[in-house]
């Protein structure tokens, strides 16, 4: 019980982080939540997400990849690992790794990276 309400109280810290633009503190906190439930994916995203805002590409890259090993189809967890290999530079032009499929290209019109994610059914 007493973890429950930890683990509650560190989602809505790192929520109002990160609402604030504290995209650092946010993914401290996501780490800290992270160390009383290590496998919950929906954690390693969100720091993902804080990690990218920050522009740590190297970390938000680790925690997508972490999230995706534990939910490998789920499409959140491909979009997060797409945008930290953007966010590295990672050229793709296009993978299939059995869950996901990445494709980045160059666009014409203002020469922003975009990325398209799909998931793929894994049955």
Request: hydrophobic share 45%; charged share 20%; aromatic share 10%.
């Amino acid at each position: 019980m007493f973890q429950k309400t930890m683990l509650a109280s560190a989602k809505s810290k790192a929520h109002e982080a990160f609402k604030n633009g504290n995209y650092l503190i946010a993914a401290r906190i996501y780490g800290e939540a992270m160390e009383l439930d290590p496998f919950n994916a929906t954690l390693r995203s969100n720091s993902s997400l804080c990690w990218i805002r920050f522009g740590n590409g190297t970390q938000a890259l680790k925690d997508a990849q972490a999230c995706r090993m534990m939910r490998p189809g789920w499409a959140k967890g491909c979009h997060r690992e797409g945008t930290a290999l953007m966010l590295l530079k990672v050229r793709c032009d296009g993978f299939l790794d059995g869950s996901c499929v990445l494709f980045v290209w160059e666009n014409r019109f203002d020469a922003s990276r975009q990325v398209m994610l799909f998931s793929v059914a894994t049955e």
